[in-house]
C-alpha cells in the first residue's frame, strides 16, 4: 500500500514537469554531441578517401573548403 502510494505520489503533474524539464535539455546535449561526433568522422572518412586516391593537401584542403562554402551559403 505504501509503494502505491509513493510511486503515485512520483508521478503526479509537477514532477512529471520537473523530470521533463531536466531530460529535454539533456537529451538535447547527447544529440549535439553525437551530431558533431558523426560530422567529424564523417569527414575524416572524406579526407581518408582522398588520400587514397592519391590527392594532394592542397587538393584536399580545396575540396573540404568548397563543402563549408555552399553549406555557409545556405545558412547552416
Not at 512529471?16 to 554531441?33: F, K, N, Y
Not at 558523426?38 to 572524406?46: C, G, H, I, M, P
Not at 579526407?47 to 584536399?60: C, F, N, P, T, Y
Request: with cysteine.
Amino acid at each position: 500500500m505504501i509503494a502505491i502510494a509513493t510511486w503515485q505520489s512520483a508521478f503526479e503533474m509537477p514532477q512529471i514537469a520537473v523530470i521533463m524539464g531536466c531530460l529535454i535539455p539533456i537529451a538535447g546535449v547527447i544529440c549535439a554531441a553525437w551530431y558533431k561526433t558523426q560530422k567529424a568522422r564523417s569527414d575524416n572518412e572524406l579526407k581518408h578517401v582522398l588520400v587514397q586516391r592519391g590527392m594532394s593537401a592542397d587538393e584536399i584542403e580545396r575540396i573540404v573548403s568548397a563543402g563549408q562554402a555552399d553549406k555557409d551559403k545556405l545558412g547552416h
